[in-house]
Structures are given as structure tokens and as C-alpha cells.
């Protein structure tokens, strides 16, 4: 029996060359932004146990590390400081010597192209490891927008490239802007996490920033994962409020999210593969049980196929040097 059929897909996938000619979306290193840990400990070049090849940075040795990251062609990091000191006002958070300042110092120094982009919270700087500040078990929403700016205004002054705040409280997307603004960083972009989710893919995240909270956990500030018009609603907020960029956070469970958020407004938008979703792809490849480049590779295409205009993750430095390999 002989068939006569007019489509065929199958002859479009039959060789490499045909493959990269209809292929549709692509990952490309200017797609990839690095989060990386500053501590205060001099030297210190501190593995984190569930996030293998992750370390915490001392603010003597993150510089060197970011000039492997720019010469491995990946054009951002984005950076998290663990202090010496914490307090119930996380008052390390905005100190204009302090560790996440005197990092920016040390890698613009080092580093001529990188942007050096700068998380802002205070649950790395508090006592307790909530992102804001607290009046018994609550945390007040407006109180803690106005630390909120501080930090933001301080790393804007140490050279912060882009501010990026991941609190979730209201209105600090607006606050911060009016801040920047009013102190002559008007050109300074805002990547707001405007869409992150109480995840408990963050766990690992919370070992090497040090910032578990003490009691509870985040569902009063974060969005709850079965939300998904909430998710549109509060990117609609932050994008009217001036943020340059949106996030959505985590990246590869939510990836419906970042889809509709694609579809719906037309701002840059990244997402952030996280330290759970890293951990995991890390710990099945010790195993054995899956290939880790190929897996990789294969999320953040997911990633981008999804809507992501750039992509926060640990892998950027592997992938850097696969995609020079190139694929
Ligand atoms: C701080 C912050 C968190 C992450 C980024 N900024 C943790 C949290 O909200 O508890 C998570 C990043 C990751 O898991 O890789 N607010
Ligand atoms: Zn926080």
C-alpha cells in the first residue's frame, strides 16, 4: 500500500540544519542574568550545600568571581547581601556602607560592561527574616515601603545598574520610583517582582541568603499559587505604577502565567528559575537520573517559549559555556 500524504511534518525535522532553520524561539546569553550571594566574611568563598556550585562571596572576592561571569559573556548579575548584623529594622538593609554598597564598589571597579542589577527586601537584614517590618505578627505594609526606598536609594548611589525589588509590599513599586526620581536617578530601571508566588521552591534560596523567616511564612505578601487573574491584576499594577520590567517567580510551575502576562502587556518581562527548581535539576543529574545539560537547556527554551525576555538563573555560567559550544 502506498500513501499519498500531503503533510508531512516530519520533513522539516530531518536533518540539523532544517531543524535550526524553522526553529522558533531561542536562547541566547544576553538572555541570562546571574544571582549571586555577598557575605561579610572576609575571604569567603562559602559553598551552599543545597545548591551545588553555589557559593556566598566576601565582598573581597565577588569582584573576581563577576569578572569569570563578564568574560563568559553573561551581561548581568543580580545581587544578594547577607550582613553582619541583623536587627528588627534590617537596618544593614540601607546603611550606605553596607555589604550589598561596598559589592557594587568593588565589582564596578573590576568589571567595565557588567550590570550589576540589586535585589531589594529586608528579609536578609532582619532578625526575624520577614520582609518587612512588624507590629506583633504583622507586617506593616507602608512602614516598611519607606525602608523599602532607602535601600533602594543607597544602591542606587553605590551604582546600582537596575533595582530590583522582590518584597511584595504595596505600592513600593510607585514609592521607590518617586524616590529615585526625586534624588536624580530618574534614569535608574525598576525590575519589579511583581508576580511572585509563596513558593516552597525557595527553600534552598533561604539556606544561602540566610533569610528564613523565624516564625510563619510569607502568604500575607505573596501571591497564592492557584491565582492566576491575580497574577494579571498585580502586573497591571506595577506596570502603571512605572516599573521597567516585570517577573514572574518562580519560572517553570508558572509558566501559564508568564504566557498570559505575554499576551496581555507589552513590557519587558523576566522570570526567575529559582534556587528549588535549580536544586532539583542538580540533585537528579548527581544521581544519574537525567541529563543535566540537556534538561537545562530544555527548561529555559520552556522558559522563554513561554513569554521571558531574560531569565534569572544559577545555571547562567554553564550554559554561557555551552552555548559557546555551541547548542
Ligand atoms: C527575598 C527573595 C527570595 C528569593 C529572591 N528574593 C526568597 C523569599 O521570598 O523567601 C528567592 C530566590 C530563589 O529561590 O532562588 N525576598
Ligand atoms: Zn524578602
Known amino acids: 500500500m502506498i500513501y499519498d500524504f500531503l503533510h508531512r511534518p516530519r520533513r ?3 536533518n540539523a540544519r532544517i531543524r535550526d532553520m524553522v526553529r522558533e524561539t531561542h536562547l541566547r546569553l544576553d538572555d541570562l542574568i546571574y544571582p549571586m550571594f555577598v557575605t561579610y566574611k572576609k575571604g569567603a568563598k562559602t559553598p551552599i550545600a543545597s545548591m551545588p556550585n553555589c557559593f556566598q562571596w566576601g565582598i573581597d572576592r565577588i569582584a573576581e568571581e563577576c569578572r569569570r561571569i563578564e568574560d563568559l559573556g553573561i551581561p548581568a548579575v543580580i545581587l544578594f547581601g547577607i550582613p553582619e ?11 550606605e556602607d553596607g555589604i550589598i554598597p561596598q559589592a557594587i564598589h568593588a565589582i564596578k571597579k ?4 557588567l550590570v550589576v542589577m540589586t535585589d531589594v527586601c529586608l528579609c536578609e537584614y532582619t532578625s526575624h527574616g520577614h520582609c518587612g517590618v512588624l507590629k506583633g505578627e504583622c507586617i506593616l505594609n507602608d512602614e516598611s515601603v519607606e525602608l523599602l526606598c532607602k ?13 530590583a525589588p522582590s518584597d511584595m509590599m504595596d505600592g513600593r513599586v510607585e514609592a521607590i520610583r518617586e524616590t529615585l526620581d526625586e534624588e536624580g536617578f530618574e534614569y535608574t530601571p525598576i525590575l519589579a517582582y511583581s508576580v511572585k508566588y509563596a513558593s516552597g521552591y525557595y527553600g534552598p534560596f533561604r539556606d544561602a541568603a540566610e533569610s528564613a523567616p523565624a516564625f510563619g511564612d510569607r502568604r500575607s505578601h505573596q501571591m497564592d499559587p492557584p491565582n492566576r487573574l491575580e497574577a494579571l491584576r498585580q502586573a ?3 506596570d502603571a505604577a512605572g516599573a521597567d520590567i516585570l517577573m514572574v517567580k518562580p519560572a517553570l510551575p508558572y509558566l501559564d502565567i508568564l504566557r498570559d502576562l505575554r499576551n496581555e502587556l507589552n513590557v519587558p518581562l523576566a522570570a526567575y528559575n529559582v534556587s528549588g527548581e535549580y536544586s532539583m535539576v542538580k540533585a537528579a543529574a548527581e544521581k544519574g537520573w537525567i541529563d543535566e545539560r540537556r534538561v537545562v537547556m530544555e527548561n529555559l527554551i520552556a522558559i522563554k517559549r513561554a513569554g521571558a525576555d531574560m531569565i534569572l538563573t544559577y545555571h547562567a555560567p554553564d550554559v554561557a559555556i555551552w552555548l559557546q559550544e555551541n547548542g
Open 12 to 14: 522539516l525535522r530531518m
Open 85 to 95: 548584623q541583623k536587627d528588627a529594622e534590617g537596618t544593614q538593609a540601607y546603611a
Open 110 to 113: 573590576a568589571c567595565a560592561t
Open 151 to 163: 535601600e533602594a536609594l543607597a544602591h542606587a548611589r553605590a551604582g546600582s545598574d537596575v533595582i
Open 236 to 238: 497591571e499594577l506595577d
